[in-house]
């Protein structure tokens, strides 16, 4: 077992700390999305693989996940890889379309589920492993290593629909008319999940991140039996194998159900998305649970004083318990790199 994940040590690392639910200040920063295309030196490597390829090639994505943590010293490094991997991992036929996004082979009835082999996760993902272990040895002393994986609501609706998509209406269709194959889909993929983030802590990751992008799709009902409960077994699995590991829940525009995510599924930190007013999630949640956000990436992307202004409105309304300094979605790729520096040295700035 990792020396950060034993049941004695107490940890070093600022992320590390804030997880385990001390409030710092100021607060430890990492950005979803840190290692992407507004970066100079991604769009170098980029030229040189497909997204694929960047994700299952260790040399490449060890260094495309370093990139940000060179460049702005972020307390949290999270590896370069995909929610998706999983379901490609498991047979489904996986390309990323300059342009489109992901497609898919669909998973419209049992023969297609059927088809998906669970057991070939482990060796199919080694080339993610190495690429922790890598990062293990590479990373500053006081920057945490986050594993993550797509939720299974959130996969599902990839794999299901064969594609991106705004509304989701095949899967969510789907789950209503054949609930049977719906939860056949989702107990597969709750299972794979937790397995493959219990390889992805063997090898290196600290804590671990699920992210639900698509779970503010769902009405209350379909929310708890969809998000909540797999996330419930997910942790519990997680739990059982590493009983101090900690763990992000991001269940994106879940509004007020995100209170009730935090409280059942037992997650250590829970990620607020842009729409959260961070302020009245404090009111929602226990005093402990370590909060995540918010920054809305579209104002990281503009810059200036108003920025400014906002991260340090965030960053101050935390104030006096954990927090995590972070955006409330992804750095979107128009984002100029200075902005992003800017911002690190506005949250670490409190003279």
Same mark, same amino acid.
């Given at each position: 077992?990792?020396?950060?994940?034993?049941?004695?040590?107490?940890?070093?690392?600022?992320?590390?700390?804030?997880?385990?639910?001390?409030?710092?200040?100021?607060?430890?920063?990492?950005?979803?999305?840190?290692?992407?295309?507004?970066?100079?030196?991604?769009?170098?490597?980029? &030229?040189?693989?497909?997204?694929? *390829?960047?994700?299952?090639?260790?040399?490449?994505?060890?260094?495309? /996940?370093?990139?940000?943590?060179?460049?702005?010293?972020?307390?949290?490094?999270?590896?370069?890889?995909?929610?998706?991997?999983?379901?490609?991992?498991?047979?489904?036929?996986?390309?990323?379309?300059?342009?489109?996004?992901?497609?898919?082979?669909?998973?419209?009835?049992?023969?297609?589920?059927?088809?998906?082999?669970?057991?070939?996760?482990?060796?199919?993902? &080694?080339?993610? =492993?190495?690429?922790?272990?890598?990062?293990?040895?590479?990373?500053?002393?006081?920057?945490?290593?986050?594993?993550?994986?797509?939720?299974? +609501?959130?996969?599902?609706?990839?794999?299901?629909?064969?594609?991106?998509?705004?509304? +989701?209406?095949?899967?969510?269709?789907?789950?209503?008319?054949?609930?049977?194959? +719906?939860?056949?889909?989702?107990?597969?993929?709750?299972?794979?999940?937790?397995?493959?983030?219990?390889?992805?802590?063997?090898?290196?990751?600290?804590?671990?991140?699920?992210?639900?992008?698509?779970?503010?799709?769902?009405?209350?009902?379909?929310? =708890?039996?969809?998000?909540?409960?797999?996330?419930?077994?997910?942790?519990?699995?997680?739990?059982?194998?590493?009983? *101090?590991?900690?763990?992000?829940? +991001?269940?994106?525009?879940?509004?007020?159900?995100?209170?009730?995510?935090?409280?059942? /599924?037992?997650?250590?930190?829970?990620?607020?998305? /842009?729409?959260?007013?961070?302020?009245?999630?404090?009111?929602?949640?226990?005093?402990?649970?370590?909060?995540?956000?918010?920054?809305?990436?579209?104002?990281?992307?503009?810059?200036?004083?108003?920025?400014?202004?906002?991260?340090?409105?965030?960053?101050?309304?935390?104030?006096?318990?954990?927090?995590?300094?972070?955006?409330?979605?992804?750095?979107?790729?128009?984002?100029?790199?200075?902005?992003?520096?800017?911002?690190?040295?506005?949250?670490?700035?409190?003279?």
């Amino acid at each position: 077992m990792d020396r950060e994940n034993s049941p004695s040590a107490l940890p070093s690392k600022p992320l590390l700390r804030t997880l385990h639910g001390e409030a710092q200040w100021p607060p430890p920063i990492w950005l979803m999305r840190q290692a992407g295309r507004y970066l100079p030196e991604f769009r170098a490597m980029r &030229a040189k693989a497909d997204f694929l *390829t960047r994700c299952m090639t260790p040399d490449i994505a060890t260094e495309l /996940t370093l990139q940000p943590i060179r460049r702005y010293g972020m307390d949290g490094a999270i590896l370069f890889s995909d929610i998706l991997i999983l379901p490609w991992a498991m047979g489904q036929s996986l390309e990323f379309v300059e342009g489109k996004g992901p497609v898919l082979g669909a998973i419209r009835d049992r023969a297609a589920l059927d088809r998906l082999d669970p057991k070939r996760v482990a060796e199919a993902t &080694a080339p993610v =492993r190495e690429t922790l272990s890598r990062l293990r040895r590479e990373l500053p002393p006081q920057t945490t290593l986050l594993g993550f994986a797509g939720s299974p +609501f959130t996969v599902a609706c990839y794999m299901v629909e064969g594609s991106g998509s705004r509304e +989701f209406a095949i899967t969510r269709q789907m789950a209503l008319t054949e609930p049977a194959l +719906f939860d056949a889909l989702m107990d597969k993929l709750t299972e794979a999940t937790a397995e493959m983030l219990i390889g992805q802590v063997e090898a290196g990751a600290e804590a671990v991140m699920l992210f639900d992008s698509w779970a503010g799709l769902l009405p209350p009902s379909q929310f =708890r039996r969809y998000v909540i409960a797999p996330t419930r077994r997910i942790v519990e699995r997680l739990r059982e194998a590493y009983p *101090t590991l900690k763990i992000i829940g +991001f269940p994106r525009l879940a509004g007020i159900m995100a209170a009730e995510y935090a409280r059942e /599924t037992c997650v250590d930190a829970l990620a607020c998305d /842009t729409s959260v007013d961070m302020t009245q999630m404090t009111r929602m949640v226990p005093d402990d649970l370590t909060l995540q956000g918010n920054l809305d990436p579209l104002i990281l992307q503009a810059g200036g004083e108003g920025m400014i202004r906002e991260a340090q409105a965030i960053r101050d309304a935390m104030r006096g318990r954990p927090h995590i300094f972070n955006l409330g979605h992804g750095v979107v790729p128009q984002t100029p790199p200075e902005h992003v520096a800017a911002l690190v040295q506005a949250v670490r700035d409190v003279s």
